[in-house]
């Protein structure tokens, strides 16, 4: 199984980025698929993520600004970030709870990272 990150740049503060992740590989079910971000110096932290059925959870410095969805048929996760801040300034990563068979236990898998930078 890959996760396959898409969407990072460049971008002044106030500015959007779409962020995509896709799974492929053998799998038979994803259950939840989320994004991560790490900053330089800081711990990798929570952005959002959302489940199978659709609920969604987000930190509290990105409610209101970002949107995670996915499309299961394409077992991709995006995350639309607007109102960029410098502070948004970080790598993202995305995560994914993957059985890749029916009597599999559920293991989570990472993508490689990809670098958002807000300019001030």
């Known amino acids: 199984v890959q996760l396959q990150a898409y969407g990072g740049g460049l971008v002044q503060s106030g500015g959007s980025l779409r962020l995509s992740c896709t799974a492929s590989g053998s799998i038979f079910s994803i259950n939840a698929m989320g994004w991560y971000r790490q900053a330089p110096g800081k711990q990798r932290e929570l952005v959002a993520y959302?489940?199978?059925?659709?609920?969604?959870n987000y930190a509290d410095s990105v409610k209101g600004r970002f949107t995670i969805s996915r499309d299961a048929a394409k077992n991709t996760v995006y995350l639309q970030m607007n109102g960029l801040k410098p502070e948004d300034t970080a790598v993202y990563y995305c995560?994914?709870?993957?059985?890749?068979?029916?009597?599999?236990?559920?293991?989570?898998?990472w993508g490689q990272g990809t670098q958002v930078t807000v300019s001030s």
């Open positions: 959302i489940s199978s059925g659709g609920s969604t």
């Open positions: 995560n994914a709870q993957i059985k890749q068979r029916r009597w599999d236990q559920v293991r989570e898998y």
